[in-house]
């Protein structure tokens, strides 16, 4: 069975990354800045994208409920993405985002694993 990086060389990523920044975009009005969000493997593998589970959001900084639903590493790895994200927008954008509170992450999840991210802000 292909691994998700090999899966991720043959699908379009462009489209992928598309609905995953409007899924982002949607919770921009909420009280979330994080969306988790499943799809099965042979929906993955078909670019069935619009095929995902909504499994969580939560507000930047719930780590503790964020836990519940992916490992210790994937909170880490979710963590480092608001970080670098915060770095890239003062770096390149002309805006008045302070801090990580500020931006919408919807993250995709296949058997486990990390597969996607869409940041908006």
């Given amino acids: 069975m292909d691994d998700i990086e090999e899966i991720l060389k043959k699908i ?3 489209s992928l990354g598309e609905i ?3 899924k982002s975009e949607s919770i ?11 799809i099965g493997l042979e929906d993955l593998v078909n670019e069935n994208f619009q095929n ?3 499994i969580i959001s939560i507000k930047y900084g719930d780590w503790n409920s964020l836990k519940n639903f ?11 993405i608001f970080e670098e994200s915060l770095e890239d927008i003062k770096e390149f954008d002309d805006n008045d985002i302070e801090y990580c509170s500020q931006i919408y ?8 694993e990390f597969v996607w991210e869409g940041t908006t802000f």
């Fill in 70 to 80: 992916v490992s210790e590493s994937e909170v880490e790895n979710i963590k480092n």
């Fill in 28 to 38: 921009k009005h909420s009280d979330s800045n994080l969306i988790i969000l499943k």
């Fill in 105 to 112: 992450i919807s993250a995709l999840y296949c058997n486990e």
């Fill in 12 to 14: 379009d990523t462009d």
């Fill in 52 to 54: 995902t589970e909504h």
């Fill in 20 to 22: 995953l920044l409007d």
